[in-house]
């Protein structure tokens, strides 16, 4: 997984922990009650642990779980679901986990806490990480260390292992299955390990190997070339790149010269100067590890940066930042929160570092460095080792200093049924991951998910994961994803002047082009809005506003899409609204101008229809039989699972030329 300061939870999705002390602790039985606030059928109750069940630091923990029963009373055995980051609170994702694992909840009970440290369950806070660069990042952690105090050695792996243990034995469950995304597949696999009698299966999405994570992510970085030849496979990349890893190396070989300038538009149309270096667009490919969007927005404006039209790829470091849209207010709240202290403290804790735990800071570093040294370059390719350090938690977590005890190897992995999820296009636990604990756990089955990054249940598009959990649990052999689709397709170079644009059916000349500049700016401006919808995982707020990648801005509301000198191709601008109704969009009538255009207006009918006045010239054409501009072989974006009124006329927009 990669990890990077000072933005440190925002590298994460789902994840869980657990490794174990030896030894079961005790526990009381645990009685769930009704609990107001958790949607659907799910009791609650809280059940106190040891803060540190070695008794060196005084104090308790109070897990905070909830339960779904499956039936009038409670199974023999539950589904346990670890989540995320370290860090990161399980129970809002309750729903989401009880849809997911569905085909193991018909006989079994799902039970969800949230980890030590997260959520409900004690959740631990520093002030020195609450305003943090990237300047200060170190000393921050050494000082949140400090604030922790002897305590921060107990929010470890080992203690939460203990901890499910805990509320196994004190919930009354004879036997566990363990789901795990990412992180929480670590989680899952030392909880088997030590108490293999009470595992019935696992399902582990988004592999961390129980050796891992890898200090410098050369996992990550080997992964990179495999995963872009698969966005750019079957033609895909056509009219935009022949071979975009070499295009990302040429770029990096001029961001080491210098950073990349530019300016962006924000949500009210107001020009601001940009820039992107190394690290900049090394954070773009780990957001888009998340978002298929960005992993299909990236070749193409990689390709415009090339060519010295750096504004494509700017937006999108702002789309991967999350700076995208303007919001009415701010912020949106993320679905899935990571607790930062609780992070930083088991990833210092754990990662298995190359120094000695006893060493000072800056020994740390020396032996961290040599270790580096002796990594290939090609690990790291098209980046390098220093890029490799300066993204990952070693130049933090040297500061750190530990309070526990280096984590002991686990016992091995037992034979238990076994089903394993891994994204074609996942960059923080690639697939490489999953192909080694399988080969590690007998009779393990591994299903490879093609065109899908990080967290595979919660970002499939196709549906291929969950027909594999359905055959998992029925007793049947999972089937590998032969019918997949990459259904964000990679989409075309951004022009930067009309002559460059393509003419559609039934128009010619300048007008034509300028009616493609339309077109292209009303599809641009749902590509934004499905990947901004994404990239915050929740739905938009009314008046969120976006700015043109060449000028002027766009707003939304739950009545109205409404454009203001909206510009997609330098010169061509568009003003009007699109009346909302019923969720979907009425006829509108927009005005065309700008120094480049044909001045006139376009409306958009009821019947799939475009007509209007461009140059003086009428036209009245089927939206069927036009053509977007350097539209490759790319076809549209889905809508689900977006409800946003600008994704079916995205849909209706013409993508493919002859």
Not at 156 to 171: C, F, G, N, Y
Not at 308 to 331: F, K, M, T, W, Y
Not at 437 to 444: L, T, W
Not at 519 to 526: E, G, H, K, M, S
Request: include cysteine; charge should be positive.
């Amino acid at each position: 997984m990669h990890r990077r300061l000072p933005t440190l939870a925002l590298a994460f999705s789902l994840v869980g922990i657990a490794i174990v002390c030896e030894g079961a602790p005790a526990a009381s039985a645990l009685s769930f009650g009704r609990c107001p606030e958790s949607p659907g059928n799910f009791r609650c109750a809280t059940l106190s642990v040891p803060l540190d069940r070695s008794g060196r630091v005084p104090g308790a923990v109070e897990l905070r779980a909830e339960a779904k029963l499956a039936g009038s009373a409670q199974s023999p055995a539950a589904v346990l679901a670890l989540a995320g980051g370290p860090g990161q609170a399980a129970l809002p994702l309750g729903e989401f986990i009880a849809h997911a694992l569905a085909p193991a909840l018909r006989t079994r009970d799902l039970l969800v806490f949230d980890q030590r440290g997260t959520g409900e369950s004690g959740p631990l806070s520093c002030s020195a990480l609450s305003r943090v660069s990237a300047a200060s990042a170190a000393r921050a952690l050494e000082r949140c260390a400090l604030e922790i105090g002897p305590a921060r050695g107990s929010y470890t792996t080992q203690e939460s292992v203990q901890d499910i243990e805990a509320l196994r034995l004190a919930a009354g469950y004879g036997k566990l299955v363990l789901y795990g995304t990412s992180y929480g597949t670590k989680v899952a696999l030392e909880y088997a390990a030590r108490y293999p009698e009470h595992v019935d299966a696992l399902v582990l999405d988004s592999v961390v190997p129980v050796d891992g994570p890898e200090p410098f992510a050369t996992p990550t970085f080997q992964a990179l070339g495999s995963a872009l030849n698969e966005i750019c496979e079957r033609g895909a990349c056509a009219g935009i790149t022949r071979n975009p890893l070499a295009d990302i190396a040429s770029l990096i070989a001029r961001l080491r010269r210098r950073a990349l300038h530019g300016v962006a538009y924000d949500g009210r149309g107001r020009r601001s100067r940009a820039s992107l270096s190394e690290q900049g667009l090394l954070e773009i490919i780990d957001a888009g590890d998340l978002n298929p969007t960005l992993r299909a927005l990236l070749p193409a404006a990689v390709r415009s940066a090339l060519r010295n039209d750096h504004e494509p790829l700017l937006r999108l470091h702002r789309l991967a930042e999350g700076l995208i849209p303007s919001l009415p207010r701010q912020p949106v709240e993320s679905a899935q929160p990571v607790d930062e202290a609780l992070f930083v403290a088991t990833s210092c804790e754990e990662t298995p570092f190359p120094w000695r735990r006893e060493a000072a800071p800056q020994a740390r570093m020396a032996e961290a460095l040599a270790a580096l040294r002796t990594l290939p370059a090609a690990d790291f390719y098209p980046f390098d080792a220093s890029t490799a350090l300066q993204s990952s938690l070693v130049p933090y977590c040297a500061f750190w200093p530990d309070a526990s005890a280096a984590p002991a190897p686990p016992p091995p992995l037992p034979a238990v049924p076994t089903l394993i999820l891994a994204g074609e296009q996942d960059l923080r636990t690639p697939a490489a991951g999953a192909e080694r604990v399988q080969a590690v756990i007998p009779g393990a089955q591994l299903l490879l998910v093609p065109y899908t990054g990080h967290s595979v249940l919660g970002s499939d598009f196709s549906g291929c994961a969950e027909t594999a959990v359905d055959a998992f649990f029925s007793g049947r052999a999972v089937q590998p994803c032969s019918s997949a689709q990459n259904l964000f397709a990679p989409t075309p170079i951004s022009p930067t002047r009309l002559a460059s644009l393509r003419l559609p059916h039934g128009l010619g000349g300048k007008p034509g082009r300028t009616l493609t500049a339309v077109l292209d700016a009303i599809r641009d401006l749902a590509r934004q809005v499905i990947a901004a919808t994404l990239q915050a995982e929740a739905e938009l707020p009314s008046g969120s506003s976006f700015g043109g990648l060449r000028g002027g801005y766009a707003r939304l509301t739950s009545s109205a899409v409404a454009l203001h000198g909206f510009s997609f191709v330098t010169g061509v601008k568009v003003s009007g609204t699109f009346r909302v109704s019923g969720g979907r969009l009425q006829p509108a009538r927009l005005r065309v101008f700008g120094s480049s255009a044909s001045p006139g207006y376009v409306r958009f009918g009821s019947h799939d229809r475009v007509s209007g006045v461009l140059g003086g010239r009428r036209f009245n054409l089927s939206l069927a039989r036009l053509q977007a501009s350097r539209a490759g072989v790319a076809g549209g974006w889905p809508e689900r699972p977006l409800t946003h009124p600008l994704a079916p006329l995205l849909d209706r927009l013409p993508a493919h030329l002859p």
